[in-house]
């Protein structure tokens, strides 16, 4: 087949539009990468499709400058996901391939990771020992070269110069030496013999030879286990069949710092090189894991977000672990996807099992569950014979508390200390304290940036705003009347000192992320932990993502109360899925645990049906609750943000925008309203939220409505960005 002669081609430029370049004879794919001319830039774009014709003047047609590939980085399954995600996220597709990619790659690197190696046969030595071949010192040379070992190409030409490429052929022609393509780039990380996993209980089984079956079509599981449960070997075993079967893995995990036991696990488990994609890669580390999963070299991919369009030689399975977690939403930059939705829309494309982890699946997933789009699997039984902990909930009202720490659950700890057990104290709030306070004349140090309160810092001797990172020396006196300040409420920094002083000698360990700032130190807290010399561990979001700590028998949750009462409709569901998570800490081992939830508000029906019902009651309510609010999953929604200098052109565009819309049919328009927290980082902030009842119109709309948006006058003086399914609301 003659190479097509129009290459539309996908550009990172936010104009929503492919751009038509004239082949000059390559032999292009779609999916191969491909520089250009670009206005007075040259850019890097892939090959999205190719053409015989376009609409562009011939005059005004450019010429491709430089194919990048010869074969495709992304491939048919992947292009068709990119396209997919363009149309459902309604961003510029030439940003979508461009978010999908390394940016090596962005910027033309190769993606080959091959290397030619030469080496000499048996028949070459032979003629060698007898002074082969014959008047050529050249080719003689060649020969001896290859004598002892095998060598690159580019070891060749330093060797011999550049005429060595010449003396190949005729040596080749007779067998004497021969050439391979050997994937190049650091060996395989010494992996010892595959380890063996402990036997199944009969749910893992059930749920693994159920998944097992449905390798090689699509199919989508919620595996929905209790904290402890043994998720993590179904994983291990689908991961192992579908390997058996000669296909690859591709394993999603939240955070890849806070996991380390996942990557452990599957890096122990099989003997084949795995490739490790999070945020933390240097931009040549990322490009060297890229290309040993697009190689084929690695046959597992564990990744975070943007791993979902990672390159995977014959794909076998997905799996996302905690699927649930809020940061599989991208949600800043322009291009806002669910790297768990787009888990499953891959898997339907390249038909293959998906499976979506979590003790506490998100609602929407039991919602698919339920509309039997999605098949459940349980895991009901705690590993290890452990009891499911006893929950129960302290009013504060009720009793006295220091630092927070109620008089009841301080008497709990020291019972539990006693009983030889180790005991975790869960707050949702790092520093010293939140809020600094004259109490002479009530003034309250502010964040000069955003409509937020500056949080103690006392070790550090600094006042911080969480949401910008401004900081500044904490203050003694009131810069206002000159009177003492005092530091109000409680961070986990402020628990730890009350906790050690209540507890005196009993060794503390603080897990928060002014802690843990540097690798290794995660793992170095958790060591602490896990070896029993501290007792007491204290910490934030950052105790409940993964970490085994057997010999916990107690929790605290310090205060369940914020959530309970929040705009957003999916704080409830948040809080749930927290003290769920974090109760999962207590009693991993052989003993039962105990788990206290403080509260002034032990009545909440919230509270009271998860602790009465579990989380499956709480699912229950509070999707009838979501159904009868017309909020999703019973309804779509899509939101337009956007930041100004001032709140006055922050609401104007929305403003216009919303009278653009008029009155569209089955779109219900709220807002546009200024953020809870309006001002952050010196810009203001606002939403409208558009709400529809189905998908179909929500796009359509929006379709006709988007382009008309970035037209509009007021729109050059903010900055805005549309989130399809987003998960904060404000
Ligand atoms: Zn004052
Ligand atoms: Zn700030």
């Known amino acids: 087949m003659p190479p097509a002669p129009i290459l539309r081609v996908a550009l990172p430029t936010p104009l929503r539009q492919l751009f038509d370049y004239r082949n000059p004879g390559h032999p292009?794919?779609?999916?191969?990468?491909?520089?250009?001319?670009?206005?007075?830039?040259?850019?890097?774009?892939?090959?999205?499709?190719?053409?015989?014709?376009?609409?562009?003047?011939a005059e005004r047609l450019k010429a491709v400058l430089q194919p990048l590939d010869d074969r495709p980085v992304f491939d048919a399954g992947l292009l068709e996901l990119l396209r997919w995600a363009a149309g459902y996220y309604h961003h510029p597709i030439g940003e979508v391939v461009a978010a999908a990619l390394p940016k090596a790659l962005r910027l033309g690197a190769s993606v080959s990771a091959w290397e030619e190696r030469w080496h000499i046969t048996p028949a070459g030595r032979a003629a060698h020992l007898a002074g082969e071949p014959k008047r050529s010192p050249r080719r003689q040379a060649l020969l001896a070269a290859l004598l002892g070992t095998e060598r690159t190409a580019a070891e060749l030409r330093e060797q011999l110069g550049e005429s060595w490429r010449a003396a190949t052929r005729?040596?080749?022609?007779?067998?004497?030496?021969?050439?391979?393509?050997?994937?190049?780039?650091?060996?395989?990380?010494?992996?010892?013999?595959?380890?063996?996993?402990?036997?199944?209980?009969?749910?893992?089984?059930?749920?693994?030879?159920?998944?097992q079956a449905s390798l090689g079509?699509?199919?989508?599981?919620?595996?929905?286990?209790?904290?402890?449960?043994?998720?993590?070997?179904?994983?291990?075993?689908?991961?192992?069949?579908?390997?058996?079967?000669?296909?690859g893995a591709l394993v999603l995990v939240p955070e890849i710092g806070l996991t380390p036991q996942l990557v452990g696990r599957f890096r122990e488990r099989f003997g084949v090189p795995l490739a490790v994609l999070h945020s933390g890669l240097t931009d040549p580390e990322r490009l060297l894991a890229w290309r040993a999963a697009f190689t084929g070299h690695a046959r597992v991919v564990l990744g975070t977000r943007s791993a979902v369009f990672a390159p995977v030689a014959d794909l076998g399975v997905i799996i996302a672990d905690e699927e649930h977690d809020a940061s599989y939403k991208q949600h800043d930059g322009g291009f806002r996807y669910s790297a768990r939705d787009l888990a499953v829309m891959r898997a339907r494309g390249a038909a293959v099992p998906v499976v979506l982890g979590s003790a506490t699946p998100a609602l929407?997933?039991?919602?698919?569950?339920?509309?039997?789009?999605?098949?459940?699997?349980?895991?009901?039984?705690?590993?290890?014979?452990?009891?499911?902990?006893?929950?129960?909930?302290?009013?504060?009202?009720?009793?006295?508390?220091?630092?927070?720490?109620?008089?009841?659950?301080?008497?709990?700890?020291?019972?539990?200390?006693?009983?030889?057990?180790?005991?975790?104290?869960?707050?949702?709030?790092?520093g010293y304290a939140p809020t600094l306070l004259c109490t002479a004349c009530g003034?309250?140090?502010?964040?000069?940036?955003?409509?937020?309160?500056?949080?103690?810092?006392?070790?550090?001797?600094?006042?911080?705003?969480?949401?910008?990172?401004?900081?500044?020396?904490?203050?003694?006196?009131?810069?206002?009347?000159g009177f003492a300040v005092k530091p109000v409420g409680q961070g986990t920094e402020r628990l730890e000192e009350a906790l050690a002083q209540r507890f005196a000698g009993v060794p503390c360990v603080r897990l928060d992320r002014d802690v843990v700032r540097r690798r290794g130190d995660l793992e170095a807290a958790v060591q602490r932990v896990v070896s029993g010399e501290g007792r007491i561990l204290v910490g934030t979001q950052m105790v409940t993502k993964g970490h085994d700590f057997p010999n916990v028998t107690l929790v605290v949750v310090l205060n369940a109360d914020q959530g309970l009462f929040s705009t957003d409709f999916r704080a409830p569901e948040r809080l749930a899925q927290t003290i769920v998570q974090v109760a999962g800490r207590a009693g991993r081992g052989t003993r039962p645990g105990e788990v206290l939830i403080q509260t002034e508000f032990p009545d909440h029906p919230l509270l009271t049906g998860l602790l009465g019902e579990g989380y499956e009651g709480f699912a229950r309510t509070a999707l009838a609750e979501r159904q009868q609010a017309a909020w999703p999953p019973f309804t779509r929604l899509a939101a337009v943000r956007d930041s100004a200098r001032t709140a006055e052109a922050a609401l104007q565009f929305l403003t216009d925008a919303r009278a653009l819309a008029g009155g569209a049919r089955g779109i219900r328009l709220l807002g546009p309203v200024p953020a809870a927290m309006a001002k952050r980082a010196g810009r203001f902030h606002a939403q409208l939220l558009l709400e529809s009842p189905g998908r179909g119109g929500l796009h359509q709309f929006l379709e006709a409505w988007l382009p008309r948006l970035e037209e509009l006058p007021s729109a050059r003086r903010v900055r805005w960005a549309l989130d399809v399914d987003p998960m904060e609301l404000f």
């Open 28 to 57: 292009m794919r779609p999916g191969m990468r491909v520089r250009v001319p670009f206005g007075r830039q040259r850019l890097v774009g892939v090959v999205m499709a190719t053409a015989e014709t376009t609409d562009v003047p």
């Open 170 to 211: 005729p040596l080749a022609e007779r067998g004497w030496i021969e050439s391979a393509q050997v994937p190049c780039g650091p060996p395989p990380a010494q992996s010892g013999p595959p380890g063996r996993g402990p036997a199944l209980n009969e749910e893992q089984r059930a749920a693994t030879e159920r998944i």
């Open 217 to 247: 079509r699509f199919d989508a599981f919620v595996l929905q286990g209790v904290t402890g449960s043994g998720k993590t070997e179904v994983y291990l075993r689908v991961t192992e069949q579908a390997l058996a079967l000669g296909r």
């Open 364 to 430: 929407e997933t039991l919602h698919n569950v339920a509309a039997g789009r999605y098949t459940r699997l349980a895991l009901t039984r705690r590993a290890a014979e452990a009891a499911p902990p006893r929950i129960a909930l302290i009013d504060l009202r009720a009793h006295a508390h220091t630092a927070g720490l109620s008089t009841p659950a301080a008497q709990a700890i020291e019972r539990h200390l006693g009983a030889g057990g180790q005991a975790l104290v869960f707050l949702n709030r790092r």
């Open 443 to 481: 003034w309250i140090a502010p964040c000069r940036d955003c409509d937020a309160r500056l949080t103690v810092h006392l070790g550090a001797r600094e006042l911080r705003c969480h949401h910008c990172g401004a900081h500044a020396p904490l203050p003694e006196r009131c810069p206002q009347c």
